[in-house]
T-cell receptor
């Protein structure tokens, strides 16, 4: 298994441009997540999905959009990029809860985005 | 607003010593607790999970949970320079689909 993969690894955008960050997992996990991580600020949840066709906002959704048409893929769309979106973006996935406790998230390698 | 608090560090320990990392959380009904290790420039890696009060040991790592005090800790025995990283505490509330992460504690193990 490749686990969680993300593309691209690095990207520089100009203000106002748009792009899609790709995330794919091959573990048949139902739950998928997008986080951003700013230096010294921990991980902030942007959007998450509990299955194909179902998405919901996290803590910091403004400026982003997501879709989930398949179990494997969960792309994150940035529209009208702004310098405040300069960050490292991580995608993660987890299995559906079994006993109501297990919730171990597995992370992709990240995308480092700079908006100038 | 659910909060997870960690000392940002850096926490410096000599090689071979025990490193103790602490985390407190605000949501009293939290039910699952996790420790992630993150090397500089890399993604978080799950190293421990704990769901009930008490201790859970895995190799050199021991996670401790005290729900009454809303406190979870990670002990690293026989610390090695390769343990130098930022350690993230994460908490899941009952009925939630989300994890709340602390800002992380940076650990430096001095040879």
């Amino acid at each position: 298994n490749a686990g969680v993969t993300q593309t691209p690894k690095f990207r520089i955008l100009k203000i106002g441009q748009s792009m899609t960050l790709q995330c794919t997992q091959d573990m048949n996990h139902n739950y998928m997540y997008w986080y951003r991580q700013d230096p010294g600020m921990g991980l902030k949840l942007i959007y998450y999905s509990v299955g194909a066709g179902i998405t919901d906002k996290g803590e910091v959704p403004n400026g982003y959009n997501v879709s989930r048409s398949t179990t494997e893929d969960f792309p994150l769309r940035l529209e009208l990029a702004a310098p405040s979106q300069t960050s490292v973006y991580f995608c993660a996935s987890t299995e559906r809860e079994l006993a109501g406790f297990s919730y171990e998230q597995y992370f992709g390698p990240g995308t480092r985005l700079t908006v100038t | 607003q659910k909060e997870v608090e960690q000392n940002s560090g850096p926490l410096s320990v000599p090689e071979g010593a025990i490193a103790s990392l602490n985390c407190t959380y605000s949501d009293r009904v939290s039910q699952s607790f996790f420790w992630y290790r993150q090397y500089s420039g890399k993604s978080p890696e799950l190293i421990m999970s704990i769901y009930s009060n008490g201790d859970k040991e895995d190799g050199r790592f021991t996670a401790q949970l005290n729900k009454a005090s809303q406190y979870v800790s990670l002990l690293i025995r026989d610390s090695q320079p390769s343990d130098s990283a930022t350690y993230l505490c994460a908490v899941k509330g009952a009925g939630s689909y989300q994890l709340t992460f602390g800002k992380g504690t940076k650990l430096s193990v001095i040879p």
